[in-house]
């Protein structure tokens, strides 16, 4: 942004890519004229990923981040299938999760201090996807949303991953979520 002379961006942060616009927000804050959460993860100050999780995904991801040299970890099929992506074929669901690769762990267990970002003035949005259950019901929100205080809230039908299996609809939402 700073290298390209951007300014009043829209940052978008899906799923972990909530706890990334926190972050970037703090850092530019004069260059971002309003952050959309889909469907993500919104941490608290000194919180984090794993401390929004239930209990059982972060016992799976620690297992599974242990067993690799990397410390990396990747999502299993069946979770991935049912939980993620529910709404997409068989087959376009399992193409895509081919496609993945094992992402960082330890991003999941650093506790982040947000204290700038929830002093910040920038207009905020949250997309909420009825139809998602990578997390337990209530999780997105009015959970996560709920942390963002006035907020602009929109819902739409989807899954988790609805940037895949629903992506006309969704650019219409983030053009919504976008305007004042």
């Known amino acids: 942004m700073q290298q390209h002379g951007l300014e009043d961006v829209i940052l978008v942060g899906h799923s972990f890519g909530g706890s990334v616009i926190q972050k970037v927000a703090e850092q530019l804050p ?25 209990a059982e995904y972060v016992v799976l991801f620690n297992t599974l981040a242990g067993a690799r040299a990397d410390n990396t970890m990747l999502i299993p099929w069946d979770i991935w299938r049912d939980h993620f992506i529910q709404d997409a074929s068989e087959a376009m669901a399992r193409s895509i999760w081919e496609q993945l690769s094992p992402e960082p762990h330890q991003v999941n267990l650093d506790k982040l201090d947000l204290k700038r970002f929830y002093a910040l003035a920038i207009p905020k949005s949250f997309i909420y996807c009825r139809q998602d259950k990578a997390l337990p019901p209530g999780s997105f929100h009015p959970g996560m949303s709920s942390r963002l205080g006035a907020c602009k809230l929109l819902e739409m039908d989807g899954s988790h991953e609805v940037l895949l299996t629903r992506p006309a609809a969704l650019a219409g939402k983030l053009i919504e979520a976008s305007s004042d």
């Open 30 to 54: 004069n260059r971002i004229g309003r952050t959309v959460f889909l469907d993500a993860l919104v941490l608290k100050d000194n919180q984090c990923v794993c401390d929004t999780l239930p």
